[in-house]
């Protein structure tokens, strides 16, 4: 027989026609018939005639389950198929549901691991916990309308064994083979990198030797982009001196005289604002670098939004007061904030905003008046930890050599 040929209409007409069977003896009935039967005699009854009344039933339900093993896999395949394809079948919608709300039952432990792992995490700052197992490049992208936009990158120690050959290379190292496989454009900013000439270091400064026909001081604009992001890429130096080709102190138009670029304490105390990029991208910045002298000056700044580039991350009608004690500033909200009320991305770039303003003075940040004691790993019953850089990418963004 070919039972592929059998569908739910054969089937159904196939139960429909089969015989009903009632047994309508009452139990004094039955219980006599046993025991005429011999069922309850004390010799047992013939053995031919046990499998004369045995053996055939067995046959019988032998048969109707390889019956039913030959004929119900197809059907209920075909079935399924028809109940997946028709639209408004109740029964396959019913099906749909209970897949839906079993699936999750059914993950092992390791997948709803991984799938929890997975869950978007709304920090776009890197703090030092990262920092296990990871080196940290961090270097300024151009934009149009920005001096530059400091982010920062997490390579794996293994990748950067590999590149470079070392452990803890220098922030010039870093720079010099990684910077020409970022791809700029890819992320919205102007293709920037690497500079034109060549970068060194010595001495805890980094040396620019650049060609005569660079293109750093051209305008205002395109110095205060090159320090800026000279800055941004190289903090953890104190100077950028610029050399010619023959090694001689360049002196750029725009300045008028021989001028090494500081990095110090001062030129990192900034305020931080959100910059949107034409495709939508969103990161912290300073505000056109922008220097405060104190960070109670610097966190009141970020309450006003003085131009139309970069904006204020505090959230509406939040308000606070600052007050500072060693190395910890104390935020006090006017009042209590319940952080749930709000866009959670936008209550994010608040408290990292915060929390990149004041690192620019070496501080951390204690959060006051705060609902949520617990929040996105964040722990406001203590100081949060100083974060080591702003707007995490993934090492991914760096293309292979």
Request: glycine share 4%; hydrophobic share 35%.
């Amino acid at each position: 027989m070919n039972h592929e040929k059998w569908n739910e209409d054969k089937i159904e007409e196939l139960l429909k026609n089969a015989p009903k069977i009632h047994d309508t003896r009452s139990k004094e009935e039955v219980f006599e018939r046993l025991k005429q039967d011999g069922l309850f005699d004390e010799e047992p009854p013939k053995k031919t005639s046990r499998k004369k009344i045995n053996i055939i039933p067995g046959l019988i339900a032998a048969c109707a389950v390889l019956f039913l093993a030959i004929l119900i896999p197809p059907f209920m395949k075909e079935q399924k198929t028809e109940e997946a394809t028709t639209a408004g079948d109740m029964d396959a919608t019913n099906s749909m549901e209970m897949e839906m709300y079993t699936i999750p039952e059914m993950r092992s432990g390791e997948e709803y691991t991984t799938m929890m792992a997975t869950e978007p995490d709304i920090k776009t700052s890197v703090y030092p916990e990262q920092l296990e197992g990871n080196t940290l490049f961090r270097i300024g992208l151009a934009s149009d309308a920005a001096s530059s936009i400091p982010v920062t990158i997490l390579i794996p120690n293994e990748i950067v064994m590999e590149d470079l050959g070392k452990n803890n290379p220098t922030e010039v190292e870093l720079y010099n083979e990684y910077a020409p496989r970022l791809n700029e454009k890819l992320l919205g900013f102007k293709d920037y990198h690497p500079y034109v000439g060549e970068i060194s270091e010595q001495n805890n400064k980094v040396i620019h030797k650049l060609p005569n026909n660079h293109p750093y001081d051209e305008a205002s604009a395109t110095l205060t982009t090159y320090y800026a992001s000279l800055t941004d890429t190289f903090s953890s130096y104190e100077r950028i001196e610029f050399v010619d080709e023959q090694n001689q102190p360049i002196i750029f138009k725009e300045v008028g005289e021989e001028n090494p670029l500081l990095i110090n304490d001062e030129s990192k105390q900034y305020s931080y604002y959100k910059y949107v990029q034409e495709d939508g991208a969103e990161f912290l910045a300073p505000n056109f670098r922008k220097t405060h002298s104190t960070v109670e000056e610097a966190l009141e700044a970020l309450k006003v939004n003085t131009n139309d580039i970069y904006q204020s991350v505090i959230l509406p009608g939040v308000d606070y007061s600052v007050k500072v004690e060693g190395e910890i500033v104390t935020v006090t909200l006017e009042k209590e904030l319940n952080l749930f009320d709000y866009n959670q991305v936008e209550a994010m770039q608040m408290i990292e905003a915060i929390l990149l303003t004041a690192a620019g003075f070496d501080k951390s940040v204690q959060f006051e008046n705060i609902v949520q004691t617990e929040w996105e790993g964040f722990d406001f019953t203590k100081p949060l930890p100083i974060p080591v850089g702003p707007n995490e990418l993934p090492y991914t963004v760096l293309e292979n050599n």
